[in-house]
């Protein structure tokens, strides 16, 4: 009664599955890894303070946009559905 047997987390695993969808629980990971990537890049530049101005350009080099288009822009998404 302590503790659970293989059948029983392959029985939760299963029911999981089909109440989100193996897109959703794949999603769910993907964002998850990505958090835990941004976290370990952020404590690694810790030590190095960057000013915010440096920040902006870079991030604005590294996607391909001017620096000075980065601050007045409003970036439109559509938004897919389910259907």
Same mark, same amino acid.
């Given at each position: 009664m302590g503790s659970f047997s293989?059948?029983?987390?392959l029985i939760v695993l299963l029911i999981v599955? &089909?109440?989100? +969808? =193996?897109?959703? &629980?794949k999603n769910i +990971?993907?964002?998850l890894g990505g958090a835990v990537k941004g976290f370990k890049d952020g404590i690694k530049d810790g030590g190095e303070a960057a000013s915010p101005a440096a920040t902006t350009t870079t991030t604005a080099q590294q996607v391909g946009q001017s620096p000075v288009a980065d601050k007045n822009t =409003?970036?439109?998404?559509?938004?897919k559905n389910k259907g």
């Open positions: 293989v059948w029983h987390w599955v &089909l109440v989100f +969808g =193996t897109k959703k &629980l +990971g993907t964002d =409003t970036i439109d998404v559509e938004a």
